[in-house]
Nanobody, 122 residues
Framework: QVQLVESGGGLVQPGGSLRLSCAASGSIWRINTMAWYRQAPGKGRELVADITSGGGTNYCDSVKGRFTISMNNAKNTMLLQMNSLKPEDTAVYYC????????????????WGQGTQVTVSS
């Protein structure tokens, strides 16, 4: 089995910073891509940022220049450094990983964490 565990959420004032962590564990041969999604109340889940095992990154327009995603391939962990936070960043943030569980697996499988709440408010 594979588990993704997020940590680092909380309450922060506008302009503040938070760092989210995601750790993948279990039967993993290789992680293809990791990503952060978020879902605000009454809205759909949106991609915040993703990163490939080769280090390529992608950000949604609203967080470019403020958030930084990084990944440690050896430890199967991912970070999201969030700076200059705004009230509109308030959401539940979910970790996602597309990974191969065995060398014989032809296509990657997608896994999700349980989510961590980020609230930006004065």
């Amino acid at each position: 089995q594979v588990q993704l565990v997020e940590s680092g959420g909380g309450l922060v004032q506008p302009g503040g910073s938070l760092r989210l962590s995601c750790a993948a564990s279990g039967s993993i041969w290789r992680i293809n891509t990791m990503a952060w999604y978020r879902q605000a109340p009454g809205k759909g889940r949106e991609l915040v940022a993703d990163i490939t095992s080769g280090g390529g990154t992608n950000y949604c327009d609203s967080v470019k220049g403020r958030f930084t995603i990084s990944m440690n391939n050896a430890k199967n962990t991912m970070l999201l450094q969030m700076n200059s936070l705004k009230p509109e960043d308030t959401a539940v943030y979910y970790c996602n990983a597309e990974l191969f569980r065995a060398i014989s697996t032809m296509t990657p499988t997608s896994y999700w964490g349980q989510g961590t709440q980020v609230t930006v408010s004065s």
